[in-house]
């Protein structure tokens, strides 16, 4: 068996994150669903969702739409409170350097823009979505920095190794709440447009009662007091069941970006 929370797994988050899954592993057992004690942490992500021994985890949007489907199941959609948010939707703030005479969008022409990995919906897809319209002959950056996560786009933009960046917002929450040092350097100029948050998944073999009993768990857990000072940290308020076309959307966006001429952060 295996249960994973990698998303927002820092380790400021841990002790959270860990209490979490200890609360979950107990109503996924009441409801018959076979749980591990602990979760997953240094397994690379990609692998632990291919697992079919996988439990639950959560991936981001981009990869389960245009990846992962047939090989995990959606289970719920998470609600987050930050700024960003509206219900099970999400969105990226584009942020730079707290000094940055930036005020939109259009004044980020000719920068170096900092994102997290490729296959990120917050950090990439919806970055371009964001600026598509704006670029010329398929450009609109002077270039780009691959970090490999947000709250390293984050520092290489408040270090001045790039001028922006695109940051789940949940993310920039969280770096508002744990890391002031870095955030406090920052500002958010723009925002990206809106898509489903951050799927929970399971084994793509599970019937469909097994789906329906992690549901109840996940709605359950996620709304029993007990867990509200967890819930806090990790600024989650609940789950919602969206239809697995809804993340279609994430595939939508990429293609207008492409349509408009503008197929890569460039």
């Given at each position: 068996m295996i249960a994973s929370l990698p998303m927002y797994d820092w380790p400021d988050l841990r002790l959270a994150t860990d209490a979490l899954w200890a609360a979950l592993a107990r109503a996924l057992r009441?409801?018959?669903?076979?749980?591990?004690?602990?979760?997953?942490?240094?397994?690379?992500?990609?692998?632990?969702?291919?697992?079919?021994?996988?439990?639950?985890?959560?991936?981001?949007?981009?990869?389960?739409a245009t990846a992962l489907r047939g090989t995990v199941r959606l289970v719920a959609t998470p609600a987050y409170i930050a700024d960003g948010c509206e219900g099970p939707l999400y969105r990226s703030a584009i942020v730079v350097r707290a000094d940055d005479p930036a005020r939109g969008l259009v004044d980020l022409r000719g920068r170096v823009a900092a994102y997290n990995a490729p296959d990120s919906q917050s950090g990439y897809s919806a970055f371009r979505a964001a600026v598509a319209t704006l670029a010329r002959e398929s450009r609109f950056f002077a270039g780009t920095v691959r970090t490999g996560a947000h709250l390293s786009s984050m520092i290489a933009v408040a270090d001045g190794?790039?001028?922006?960046?695109?940051?789940?917002?949940?993310?920039?929450?969280?770096?508002?709440?744990?890391?002031?040092?870095?955030?406090?350097?920052?500002?958010?100029?723009?925002?990206?447009?809106?898509?489903?948050?951050?799927?929970?998944?399971?084994?793509?073999?599970?019937?469909?009662?097994?789906?329906?009993?992690?549901?109840?768990?996940?709605?359950?857990?996620?709304?029993?007091?007990?867990?509200?000072?967890?819930?806090?940290?990790?600024?989650?308020?609940?789950?919602?069941?969206?239809?697995?076309?809804?993340?279609?959307?994430?595939?939508?966006?990429?293609?207008?970006?492409?349509?408009?001429?503008?197929?890569?952060?460039a």
């Open positions: 009441d409801r018959g669903i076979a749980a591990p004690d602990r979760l997953e942490h240094a397994r690379p992500r990609e692998a632990q969702w291919r697992d079919p021994d996988l439990v639950l985890s959560q991936t981001c949007g981009y990869p389960y190794q790039a001028d922006c960046a695109a940051i789940d917002c949940v993310c920039w929450s969280l770096a508002e709440h744990y890391r002031v040092d870095i955030a406090a350097r920052l500002k958010v100029v723009a925002w990206s447009p809106p898509a489903p948050a951050l799927p929970f998944v399971t084994a793509a073999d599970r019937t469909d009662d097994e789906v329906e009993a992690i549901r109840a768990a996940l709605r359950d857990v996620l709304a029993d007091p007990a867990t509200a000072a967890t819930r806090r940290a990790l600024l989650i308020a609940g789950v919602e069941v969206l239809d697995d076309g809804a993340y279609d959307a994430i595939v939508e966006m990429e293609r207008a970006a492409i349509d408009v001429g503008y197929p890569a952060l």
